[in-house]
């Protein structure tokens, strides 16, 4: 049975309410079905403030990330570089890129992934399909 990871990950735009939300959701080991290793939905298009929390759940995962490529189109203007956890992550934006698509490589040869981004104003019934679909299976929610 395919099966995936999913980090629960806790909102609070005004700091006071907050609402447990799944915001990534990952593909696991033999699992074939979707057309995408992983969906994430961030909370704003400000790339330097949403992928740490992308990194973190994926090195925790899988290989440390090295380097990702991304859509100039989708996210707010961002830096060359990034650093979480310690690393440094390479980051390389195209206008020519999918907007929906994060291609992610991690350090020492670790094989790419392909993630699936959605809009952050997308409708959170519609995003939880969404990010199930993308990968081929339900989730399963892990502290985040």
Not at 54 to 64: E, G, I, R
Not at 78 to 83: F, I, M, P, Q
């Amino acid at each position: 049975m395919c099966s995936a990871l999913a980090t629960d990950a806790v909102s609070s735009q005004d700091g006071l309410s907050t609402t447990p939300e799944a915001r990534i959701i990952l593909r696991t080991a033999g699992c074939e079905q979707g057309p995408y290793d992983g969906a994430w939905w961030p909370r704003s298009r400000r790339l330097l403030v949403e992928l740490p929390g992308l990194v973190a759940a994926l090195a925790a995962t899988s290989s440390p990330v090295a380097q990702v490529l991304f859509s100039l189109v989708f996210w707010d203007a961002t830096g060359r570089e990034l650093t979480s956890g310690g690393c440094t992550v390479q980051l390389r934006g195209f206008r020519t890129v999918d907007p929906r698509l994060l291609r992610v490589t991690g350090r020492h040869g670790a094989g790419g992934l392909d993630v699936l981004v959605l809009p952050p104003e997308t409708d959170p019934a519609v995003a939880a399909r969404a990010m199930a679909s993308a990968v081929g299976a339900r989730g399963r929610l892990l502290p985040g």
